[in-house]
């Protein structure tokens, strides 16, 4: 139980493939992105080898955040990874998939990185009324900003239209150029500013 009076710290875990290009890129990206925020950011692979090193043009892009990515090490997915996270982003619908079937107590809050940034625009242009009118009378202390967001990014999954299958997954610039993995960066950071303007409307 959370005590009153101390800050809780949420987790945002991101997935892709090895943990080696998409994960590690979205977990540096984010962290400069939500550093005034009680979150922590990890990432891991459904299929990654435990203790490899970044892609060298995944280190470029980590770097360009202001942070060392040196001593950073893949690590293969454990159920506990999704079990401990606030909201689980993958890369694509399969590794979403695999993510709930190792862990189903998990899909409330597992989405691919794409999905989970149209439901977070959508969600923080609802109209005040409408927010309102789904919110609880009352937050409890465990309600967290990144909480609130997860919630109302899920019920705005309700209002959307279905996306074309393809709308949902992060390319894999695996064997690309570093102009490639940049491309990719630039998709992570535009898929998780609408996170970070849910994170200010919902909580």
Same mark, same amino acid.
């Given at each position: 139980?959370?005590?009153?009076?101390?800050?809780?710290?949420?987790?945002?875990?991101?997935?892709?493939?090895?943990?080696?290009?998409?994960?590690?890129?979205?977990?540096?990206?984010?962290?400069?992105?939500?550093?005034? *925020? !009680?979150? =922590?950011? /990890?990432?891991?692979?459904?299929?990654? #080898?435990?203790? @490899? &090193?970044?892609?060298?043009?995944?280190? +470029?892009?980590?770097?360009?955040?202001?942070?060392?990515?040196?001593?950073?090490?893949?690590?293969?997915?454990?159920?506990?990874?999704?079990?401990?996270?606030?909201?689980?982003?993958?890369?694509?619908?399969?590794?979403?998939?695999?993510?709930?079937?190792?862990?189903?107590?998990? *899909? !409330?809050? =597992?989405? /691919?990185?794409?999905?989970?940034?149209? #439901?977070?625009? @959508? &969600?923080?242009?609802?109209?005040?009324? +409408?927010?309102?009118?789904?919110?609880?009378?009352?937050?409890?202390?465990?309600?967290?900003?990144?909480?609130?967001?997860?919630?109302?990014?899920?019920?705005?999954?309700?209002?959307?239209?279905?996306?074309?299958?393809?709308?949902?997954?992060?390319?894999?610039?695996?064997?690309?150029? !570093?102009?490639?993995?940049?491309?990719?960066?630039?998709?992570?950071?535009?898929?998780?500013?609408?996170?970070?303007?849910?994170?200010?409307?919902?909580?």
């Amino acid at each position: 139980m959370p005590t009153r009076g101390v800050q809780m710290v949420d987790g945002v875990l991101f997935v892709c493939h090895a943990n080696m290009c998409r994960s590690p890129m979205a977990e540096f990206i984010a962290r400069r992105l939500l550093r005034d *925020l !009680p979150v =922590t950011v /990890t990432s891991a692979g459904t299929d990654a #080898l435990d203790g @490899a &090193a970044m892609h060298p043009y995944a280190v +470029e892009v980590a770097a360009g955040t202001g942070a060392d990515p040196a001593a950073f090490r893949t690590r293969r997915l454990r159920p506990e990874h999704l079990t401990r996270a606030t909201l689980v982003l993958t890369a694509t619908r399969r590794q979403r998939s695999v993510c709930t079937a190792l862990a189903p107590a998990a *899909l !409330p809050r =597992t989405f /691919t990185l794409r999905q989970f940034a149209r #439901l977070a625009a @959508a &969600a923080a242009t609802a109209e005040p009324a +409408e927010v309102t009118e789904v919110a609880e009378p009352a937050a409890p202390p465990e309600r967290t900003p990144l909480r609130a967001a997860v919630a109302a990014a899920a019920r705005a999954r309700g209002r959307l239209q279905p996306a074309t299958p393809d709308a949902d997954d992060l390319r894999d610039p695996i064997g690309g150029s !570093p102009a490639d993995f940049r491309r990719c960066a630039e998709e992570i950071e535009r898929s998780i500013r609408p996170v970070l303007a849910l994170i200010g409307t919902a909580g």
